[in-house]
């Protein structure tokens, strides 16, 4: 990770800057601040559709220590893998956990043999930012949705 100064700008520390890790993907990328949450993943070049672009990765933990995870951290990076793994994007993560929710995505996520691939659902420009659906359950807590989009449903959360 690179440093950068605080976030006031008064030198008062620094603070890691994440960085995607190239090992995971296929196109040029790079994390910068987002309108949407804190840090997002931005194309540094033209991605066609229908192509990976990049993979999920992270340490593999289990379904109980998903939980405790989930319960002790502010910042969460946990995908679901299957009904007992879940990857945390937040130990040796690709820099794909910053990608962040949209209601109109222009990737989606594929779990192709024990791997969380992000496709492209349409061409998406350089200097865009890369987003996914999260698809948050309807009976989990509510959480309020910031993307901006015209399909905005308000909430990350699936409404059916």
Same mark, same amino acid.
């Given at each position: ?6 976030? @006031?700008?008064?030198?008062? %520390? ?13 196109? #040029? ?8 949450? !804190? $840090?997002?993943? +931005?194309?540094? #070049?033209? =991605? ?6 990049? /993979? +999920? ?7 109980? #220590?998903?939980?405790? !995870?989930?319960?002790?951290? &502010?910042?969460? +990076? ?6 007992? $793994?879940? =990857?945390? %994007? ?9 990608? @962040?929710?949209? *209601? /109109?995505? @222009?990737?989606?996520? &594929?779990?192709? !043999? ?7 659902? &349409?061409? =998406?420009?350089?200097? #865009?930012?890369?987003?996914?659906? +999260? ?10 949705? !910031? *993307? ?5 449903? %308000?909430?990350? @959360?699936?409404?059916?």
């Amino acid at each position: 990770m690179a440093l950068s100064k605080s976030a @006031n700008g008064r030198g008062a %520390g620094t603070v890691p800057v994440p960085e995607m890790d190239p090992r995971f993907t296929c196109f #040029e990328l790079k994390l910068a601040p987002s309108k949407i949450h !804190r $840090w997002g993943v +931005y194309a540094q #070049e033209t =991605i066609p559709a229908g192509r990976k672009v990049v /993979e +999920y990765t992270g340490e593999k933990i289990s379904r109980r #220590e998903t939980k405790r !995870r989930a319960d002790s951290s &502010r910042f969460i +990076y946990l995908f679901t893998l299957d009904p007992y $793994w879940t =990857i945390d %994007g937040s130990v040796g993560g690709s820099g794909a956990q910053y990608i @962040n929710h949209s *209601c /109109e995505p @222009n990737l989606v996520a &594929r779990i192709v !043999r024990g791997h969380i691939l992000y496709m492209s659902l &349409r061409k =998406i420009k350089a200097g #865009e930012e890369l987003t996914v659906d +999260y698809h948050f359950e309807k009976n989990v807590q509510k959480v309020v949705c !910031r *993307c901006g989009s015209a399909k905005c449903r %308000g909430t990350i @959360n699936v409404l059916k």
